[in-house]
C-alpha cells in the first residue's frame, strides 16, 4: 500500500467514525423529544404504548355520566386521590391549577380531572363543593365501588382504606401520580406528585407542542 494510499484510508476512517458518532447522538437526541421527557425533574419517562390509562365510566361533579371518549381531541391531567385527605391531594390539585394557569393559552387544550378512591364519601355534591376551590376547570369524578375500582386498574393505582383508622374520620393510602393522557386516549406523560407547577407546566406544554407538531 503506497503512503498516499494508506493516508486516504485513516482519513476516510476518521470520516466515517465521526459520522458514526454525529448520528448516535442525533437519533438519541430524537429519541429523547419523542418520549417526550428531555430532562424535567419529576417526569418518568414512559412510551405512548405503555398501558396506563384505558377506560372508564363515571358520574361527574353535576351528576353526569361521562366516559373516557368524551375526553377524545383533549388532553386528560388526571389524578386519583379524594377530597378527606389532608394533604398530599389537595397540594396536588394545588400544583395542577397552577400549572394549567401557567400554560396560558395551551390550557384550553387540557382537561384537568380528578377521579376519587373514596366514592363512599366522596359523592357528585361534595366533589362540587371541593373543587370549587381550585378552578371552574376542573372535573370531579366518582361512581359505584366496581366502577371506581376499574377506572383505578386502568391505570394501575392502588388505594385502600387505612387500618386503625377512626371509622367515621378514615384515611385512604392511595397511588399519587399525575398522568396526562393524550388526546389520543394513550398515555403521554407521567409525573411525580412532588414537581413543581413550572416544571408540570412545562411538560404538559412539551407533550401538547408535539402533538400539534405530529398533525
Ligand atoms: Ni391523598
Same mark, same amino acid.
Given at each position: 500500500?503506497?503512503?498516499?494510499? =494508506? *493516508?486516504?484510508?485513516?482519513?476516510?476512517?476518521?470520516?466515517?467514525?465521526?459520522?458514526?458518532?454525529?448520528? &448516535?447522538?442525533?437519533?438519541?437526541?430524537?429519541?429523547?423529544?419523542?418520549?417526550?421527557?428531555?430532562? *424535567? /425533574?419529576?417526569?418518568?419517562?414512559?412510551?405512548?404504548?405503555?398501558?396506563?390509562?384505558?377506560? @372508564?365510566?363515571? !358520574?361527574?361533579?353535576?351528576?353526569?355520566?361521562? !366516559?373516557?371518549?368524551?375526553?377524545?381531541?383533549? @388532553?386528560?391531567?388526571?389524578? @386519583?386521590?379524594?377530597? @378527606?385527605?389532608? #394533604?398530599?391531594?389537595? !397540594?396536588?390539585?394545588?400544583?395542577?391549577?397552577?400549572?394549567?394557569?401557567?400554560?396560558?393559552?395551551?390550557?384550553?387544550?387540557?382537561? /384537568?380531572?380528578? *377521579?376519587?378512591?373514596?366514592?363512599?364519601? #366522596?359523592? /357528585?355534591?361534595?366533589?362540587?363543593?371541593?373543587?370549587?376551590? =381550585?378552578? /371552574?376547570?376542573? *372535573?370531579?369524578?366518582?361512581?359505584?365501588?366496581?366502577?371506581?375500582?376499574?377506572?383505578? &386498574?386502568?391505570?394501575?393505582?392502588?388505594?385502600?382504606?387505612?387500618?386503625?383508622?377512626?371509622?367515621?374520620?378514615?384515611?385512604?393510602?392511595?397511588?399519587?401520580?399525575?398522568?396526562?393522557?393524550?388526546? #389520543?386516549?394513550?398515555?403521554?406523560?407521567? =409525573?411525580?406528585?412532588?414537581?413543581?407547577? #413550572?416544571?408540570?407546566?412545562?411538560?404538559?406544554?412539551?407533550?401538547?407542542?408535539?402533538?400539534?407538531?405530529?398533525?
Amino acid at each position: 500500500m503506497s503512503r498516499r494510499s =494508506f *493516508i486516504l484510508l485513516v482519513v476516510s476512517a476518521v470520516v466515517l467514525a465521526v459520522g458514526v458518532v454525529t448520528t &448516535k447522538i442525533v437519533l438519541n437526541l430524537r429519541q429523547m423529544t419523542a418520549s417526550g421527557s428531555g430532562s *424535567i /425533574p419529576g417526569q418518568i419517562r414512559v412510551s405512548p404504548d405503555t398501558p396506563i390509562g384505558g377506560p @372508564f365510566a363515571l !358520574t361527574d361533579q353535576n351528576g353526569r355520566r361521562v !366516559t373516557d371518549v368524551d375526553f377524545r381531541g383533549r @388532553f386528560m391531567l388526571v389524578y @386519583f386521590g379524594y377530597t @378527606f385527605c389532608p #394533604d398530599v391531594c389537595p !397540594t396536588e390539585l394545588n400544583t395542577m391549577a397552577l400549572a394549567l394557569k401557567e400554560l396560558g393559552a395551551d390550557a384550553v387544550r387540557v382537561v /384537568p380531572v380528578f *377521579i376519587t378512591v373514596d366514592p363512599a364519601r #366522596d359523592t /357528585p355534591d361534595t366533589l362540587k363543593a371541593y373543587l370549587a376551590s =381550585f378552578g /371552574p376547570e376542573f *372535573i370531579g369524578l366518582t361512581g359505584s365501588d366496581e366502577e371506581i375500582a376499574a377506572a383505578a &386498574k386502568a391505570y394501575r393505582v392502588y388505594y385502600k382504606k387505612a387500618e386503625g383508622t377512626d371509622p367515621a374520620n378514615y384515611s385512604m393510602d392511595h397511588t399519587s401520580l399525575l398522568y396526562l393522557m393524550g388526546s #389520543d386516549g394513550k398515555i403521554a406523560a407521567l =409525573f411525580r406528585t412532588e414537581i413543581t407547577a #413550572d416544571d408540570l407546566a412545562a411538560g404538559i406544554r412539551a407533550a401538547v407542542t408535539m402533538s400539534r407538531t405530529a398533525g
